[in-house]
């Protein structure tokens, strides 16, 4: 889940992350109020899902690089799983290209997952575009 507020990731049944909770309340020491932080929360729920489609990435591109480039793990950086394509990476450069048949065929797996919709979001969470 995302704060409602500043878009952070946060955990699940939070609506706001520390930061916006602690700059959301009263000066006075009290309670915040609740009618401002919903007009507060939908102006930046707005930005925040323009500012994320404008940052989504290209299902075509990242299937294209999966089958063509993933034996070195091009579609997981373009996507953000980095853990994954440094994995992918030293699997092909660590076998001097020997292991580059099983990250080869991992990459084109996933290819095949990202073109079918079972790959669908980027490491954030941003879906892909068409």
Do not use: R
């Not at 000066?27 to 930005?47: C, K, L, M, R, W």
């Not at 020997?98 to 979001?121: H, N």
């Amino acid at each position: 889940m995302f704060c409602k507020q500043c878009g952070k990731p946060i955990e699940d049944g939070q609506e706001l992350c520390e930061d916006c909770m602690a700059n959301s309340t009263n000066p006075n020491g009290g309670e915040s109020n609740a009618q401002a932080d919903t007009i507060i929360n939908n102006d930046n729920y707005s930005n925040t899902s323009n500012a994320a489609s404008s940052n989504s990435k290209s299902k075509i591109a990242a299937g294209l690089f999966a089958l063509f480039l993933g034996s070195f793990g091009v579609h997981n950086f373009y996507l953000g799983y980095t853990g994954k394509a440094i994995a992918q990476l030293l699997i092909t450069l660590l076998t001097c290209g020997i292991g580059a048949c099983v990250s080869g065929v991992w990459g084109f797996i996933e290819g095949i997952l990202i073109f079918t919709g079972s790959i669908d979001k980027d490491a954030n969470g941003v879906p892909l575009t068409d």
